[in-house]
C-alpha cells in the first residue's frame, strides 16, 4: 500500500512549457484534490473530484487543468507555465464521508519552478 | 466561505514543556470539521488530530489534544512534553460537514514551531 504517489518530485520549467505532474492513489479513495503551498500563504485548493469522470474548480484554478479518468490517477496539467504557478504541489485523496472523520492522506509533493 | 485563522507566525518550546498553537475558525455550517497537520521541513504533510463539530469530547491522540471551544470557534492545539522532532510548521485546517463541499479542506497560514533543547 504505497499511499499517495506524486512524480516528479522537482521540476523546473521555462516560462511556456506545458507539462503535467501525476498523481496516484491505490486506497481506493474517491475524493482527490490538488493544492499549491506558497510561502505564508497555508495550501489553496486547485482542482477537485469526486469521482472518476467528475472534477470541479477550487480556490485558486486558473492556469491548471485536470481530468480523472480513473479512480486511481488525477493528473494536473499546466498548459502555458509561468512564474507565478512557481510553488510546492500537494495531491491529496480520502474516502467519503461516511463517519466523523475523512482524512486527507497527503502525497510528497512536487515542487515546481518556472524560471 | 470559511476562514481559518492562525495567529501566531512562529512559536518557541523549550523541550519537555507544552505548547498551545492557536487556531481560530469563521464558518456558517452547523457541522464542520477540524483538522490539525504537521509539516517537519522534509515537506510532507503529516496528519495529527480531528474534531467534529458535534463531538461532545475535545480529541486526544498521544501527546496531542485539542482544545475545542465552540462558542469561541477555536480549536487550538496543545501539543505536550515536547520534543526536538516537534519543530515543525503546524497547519489547521478546516471541512465543511455536509453537501458536495465534505472534503475540501482550508487552511490557515501555519505556525512554525522550534522546541529548543
Known amino acids: 500500500n504505497a499511499g499517495v504517489t506524486q512524480t516528479p518530485k522537482f521540476q523546473v520549467l521555462k516560462t511556456g512549457q506545458s507539462m503535467t505532474l501525476q498523481c496516484a492513489q491505490d486506497m481506493n479513495h474517491e475524493y482527490m484534490s490538488w493544492y499549491r503551498q506558497d510561502p505564508g500563504m497555508g495550501l489553496r485548493l486547485i482542482h477537485y473530484s469526486v469521482g472518476a469522470g467528475i472534477t470541479d474548480q477550487g480556490e485558486v484554478p486558473n492556469g491548471y487543468n485536470v481530468s480523472r479518468s480513473t479512480t486511481e490517477d488525477f493528473p494536473l496539467r499546466l498548459l502555458s507555465a509561468a512564474p507565478s504557478q512557481t510553488s510546492v504541489y500537494f495531491c491529496?485523496?480520502?474516502?467519503?464521508?461516511?463517519?466523523?472523520?475523512?482524512?486527507?492522506?497527503f502525497g510528497p509533493g512536487t515542487r515546481l519552478t518556472v524560471l | 466561505a470559511q476562514k481559518i485563522t492562525q495567529t501566531q507566525p512562529g512559536m518557541f518550546v523549550q523541550e519537555k514543556e507544552a505548547v498551545t498553537l492557536d487556531c481560530t475558525y469563521d464558518?456558517?455550517?452547523?457541522?464542520?470539521?477540524l483538522f490539525w497537520y504537521k509539516q517537519p521541513s522534509s515537506g510532507e504533510m503529516i496528519f495529527l488530530i480531528y474534531q467534529g463539530s458535534y463531538d461532545e469530547q475535545n480529541a486526544t491522540e498521544g501527546r496531542y489534544s485539542l482544545n475545542f471551544q465552540k462558542a469561541r470557534k477555536s480549536a487550538n492545539l496543545v501539543i505536550s512534553a515536547s520534543q526536538l522532532g516537534d519543530s515543525a510548521m503546524y497547519f489547521c485546517a478546516m471541512v465543511r460537514g455536509s453537501g458536495g463541499s465534505n472534503y475540501k479542506l482550508t487552511f490557515g497560514k501555519g505556525t512554525l514551531l522550534t522546541v529548543n533543547p
Open positions: 464558518t456558517s455550517d452547523q457541522s464542520y470539521g
Open positions: 491529496a485523496s480520502s474516502r467519503a464521508r461516511t463517519q466523523r472523520n475523512n482524512e486527507q492522506f
